[in-house]
């Protein structure tokens, strides 16, 4: 039990903080967020934009610091937000929990066809990077990310939809959706293989839902430092409700044919919940929108001789 | 060319040495890493679009040549974290932005930083930028 004082002096802290925070809104100013072909406005300060999403509305950020409400059971529901981390959430080193940064730590237990395949791929990221227009990332080209890529690279918002026989996720990158059947199913055998697999889960406790994925496309890489899988592949993700704002997710890959053991390449991201309102903002890969940045950026600044 | 293209990056305009923390191998070996260029120009074209933003302006040298620069960012759905809209930036505005120029030499950079007309700063991500939900620059 803590002794008075320190429990009188961590109210007073959090009281603080909590002051702070409801302060620190109203002494921004209320700048009314800019319309599309507005006249010329040149010396307005731009909205902020942090606050303001695509329909113009505010986006109020959750508050810090509040002791966190109990997890509902059997509830991983909602719109989840794991903030934008370039290496633990956008994961442009590869798998965060495995990214490829040379670290010994971090190398993969690779077989010899894994390694065979691993250099195959020529990534635009990690230790194996190339320049944009040598890559053969299929990305690039806008095929689907597909499994486990999807949880992997750009993880962004997810929504999360109970249906009575299953779970729907909702990815904000790639504006795709996944189904993980809840009705008792078993993986299918040999199945017509899918960019996202196949998904069954079940609830493992009160507040772990996980997720077993197989059937998948050999050509998705399984993060962007393009590391490979077979056909063989088994994805398990944990999505485990910590508390009422927070969901982590664990992702384990196991590939016999590329790994000598299963190896966990996302350990316990967190993702905080958002209102019911919040505005999920579009991320498409669009052959239009690629091939105008390769024509301005990513072919001149792969030329070698700087012509 | 290059050289002449190199004197007049470096002639009329600021150019820093800055010591930037690394992220080891990061993001795209087509940009120089430990060192970042600044020009002043005009504003041609803000492309706010998936894959990456892209700013496009005239820099003009000292002997009165234009070379168009490519300045690119992330994505709108990151930038906006950093302060960034559609609307930040339109043709004609004068702007100061530094970036980390292409290793071949082509007036292409990933832009670190953009001063406004009315003297706003953005931070472009990327090396330096917020990373974290919790360190979006506050107005």
């Known amino acids: 039990m803590e002794g008075v004082s320190t429990m009188r002096k961590s109210v007073v802290f959090f009281t603080v903080l909590l002051a702070l925070l409801i302060i620190s809104p109203l002494a921004r100013p209320q700048t009314a967020p800019p319309k599309s072909g507005d006249a010329n406005n040149q010396n307005a300060a731009p909205a902020a934009p942090a606050d303001v999403d695509d329909w113009g509305h505010p986006v109020i950020a959750p508050t810090k610091g509040q002791k966190p409400a109990p997890a509902p059971r059997h509830d991983i529901s909602g719109i989840w937000d794991p903030g934008i981390d370039p290496i633990r959430v956008i994961g442009v080193l590869g798998a965060s929990a495995m990214p490829e940064d040379g670290k010994p730590q971090h190398q993969l237990p690779y077989t010899p066809l894994g390694r065979e395949m691993l250099n195959r791929t020529k990534p635009t990221s990690g230790d194996r990077t190339v320049l944009p227009a040598e890559t053969n990332d299929p990305v690039v080209f806008c095929d689907p990310q597909g499994m486990p890529r999807e949880d992997l690279y750009e993880l962004r918002t997810l929504q999360i939809l109970p249906t009575p026989k299953s779970m729907v996720i909702l990815y904000q990158f790639g504006k795709i959706w996944r189904v993980v059947w809840t009705d008792g199913r078993e993986l299918p055998k040999d199945p017509e293989p899918r960019w996202f697999g196949y998904s069954i889960g079940r609830w493992e406790d009160d507040y772990t839902f996980v997720v077993q994925s197989s059937g998948i496309d050999e050509r998705t890489w399984i993060d962007r430092a393009g590391r490979p899988h077979s056909g063989d592949l088994r994805v398990e993700e944990r999505f485990h409700r910590v508390d009422l704002d927070h969901l982590e997710l664990t992702v384990t890959i196991d590939d016999p044919k590329m790994y000598t053991k299963p190896w966990v390449a996302l350990d316990r991201v967190p993702f905080q919940l958002q209102k019911g309102d919040y505005d999920v903002r579009e991320m498409l890969c669009s052959p239009t929108d690629f091939a105008e940045y390769n024509k301005l950026i990513g072919n001149p600044v792969s030329e070698r001789d700087g012509k | ?139």
């Open chain 2, 1 to 139: 060319m290059k050289g002449r293209f190199l004197l007049c990056v470096a002639l009329g305009i600021c150019v820093l040495t800055l010591s930037l923390p690394l992220l080891a191998h990061h993001g795209n070996s087509a940009y120089e890493m430990e060192k970042s260029v600044t020009i002043k120009g005009t504003v041609t074209q803000w492309i706010w679009a998936n894959p990456h933003c892209i700013l496009q302006l005239d820099v003009t040298d000292d002997r009165g040549q234009v070379v168009q620069w490519s300045a690119e960012t992330e994505n709108p759905s990151s930038m906006v974290h950093y302060g960034y809209t559609k609307q930040s930036m339109k043709p004609g505005d004068q702007v100061t932005v530094t970036v980390l120029p292409a290793k071949n030499g082509k007036p292409i950079g990933r832009i670190v930083e953009v001063v406004l007309p009315n003297g706003q700063k953005l931070a472009g991500r990327g090396i330096q930028g917020p990373t974290k939900a919790d360190d979006y620059p506050k107005p």
